[in-house]
């Protein structure tokens, strides 16, 4: 342990904090800590390519995205002990999402995630919109595709329903946490790999994606040549201002139902017919 390192406190509004905790996850495998309207990174690595990794993203979500960036040099402490006194489970329908510090619940489908290696530790609104839709939706003879998986917990919990279940992410750090993650649960997937939907011509009868408005729109037709006949389509990450360019992409689906917690959207549409013809 080196004598000293940088403490990055990242301030934003409340509202963000959650997601702005996740994505930082994504490009960091350093412990953070929560607070009010803030999120505290400690690391002993050089923090410039993180720094600039979130002021990307935070462009673009938003321009109005509320962000103040500081960073200091302090004598290393036992930190490690303070995030994971941060950190709380929590539940989502019938699943409770712990990290390993946390036991089970024996009455709850139990999902163990390491919060701090990639998005999607079922704190933030769109994470837990989507393991409500896919404790309502999925069954067990499901095959379900996750779509910028993250940490992969949503293909986890579909897996714990009995779903078969493939993943993907363009980054390789989350394609990593997810099968870390797979493992750490005992589950088990069918493939996983690094890039998106495009890279594969299989088709399922669920298709998740919970990433930002403006990709969704961007890889829509890549997530609708997946769906098989009569098919789901669970999509999330879609700020509540931002929701019409989701649906202009996706009107030529049935929507079966919106949901919306905070300002954060999810919406589930099937296809009568084979999107392809």
């Known amino acids: 342990m080196k004598e ?3 403490e990055v406190t990242f301030v934003t509004d409340s509202a963000y904090v959650d997601l702005l905790a996740d994505f930082i996850g994504t490009v960091s495998n350093e412990a953070i800590e929560y607070g009010e309207d803030r999120i505290i990174l400690r690391t002993e690595q050089d923090t410039g390519e993180l720094i600039d990794k ?18 200091e040099e302090k004598e290393n402490v036992d930190w490690i002990q303070a995030y994971q006194d941060s950190v709380q489970p929590i539940e989502a329908g019938p699943f409770y999402i712990h990290p390993e510090w946390y036991p089970p619940k024996e009455e709850k489908i139990n999902i163990l995630i390491n919060p701090a290696l990639a998005f999607g530790s079922g704190h933030h609104a769109t994470t ?14 499901d095959r379900l595709l996750d779509v910028g998986c993250g940490s992969g917990i949503l293909a986890l919990a579909a897996r714990k329903l009995g779903a078969t279940v493939e993943l993907c992410d363009t ?10 993650n797979f493992r750490l649960n005992d589950e088990r997937f069918e493939k996983i790999w690094e890039g998106s939907a495009h890279k594969t011509d299989q088709k399922y009868t ?3 994606a919970n990433i930002i408005a403006d990709v969704l729109k961007a890889i829509a037709p890549q997530l609708k040549a997946r ?7 669970i999509l999330s990450g879609i700020l509540d201002k931002k929701e019409a360019i989701v649906s202009a992409a996706f009107q030529d689906l049935e929507l079966l139902e919106r949901k919306q917690r905070d300002e954060w959207v999810t919406l589930i549409y099937t296809n009568k017919k084979d999107v392809n013809g």
């Open 128 to 141: 837990y919109s989507c393991l409500e839709a896919i404790a309502e939706y999925v069954t067990p003879q």
């Open 171 to 180: 980054d390789p750090l989350a394609v990593e946490s997810a099968a870390e």
């Open 206 to 208: 669920v298709v998740v």
């Open 54 to 71: 979130v002021r990307a993203m935070v462009r673009e979500i938003s321009n109005d995205f509320p962000l103040e960036i500081s960073e």
């Open 4 to 6: 000293r390192y940088s």
């Open 227 to 233: 769906m098989e006949k009569d098919s789901l389509l």
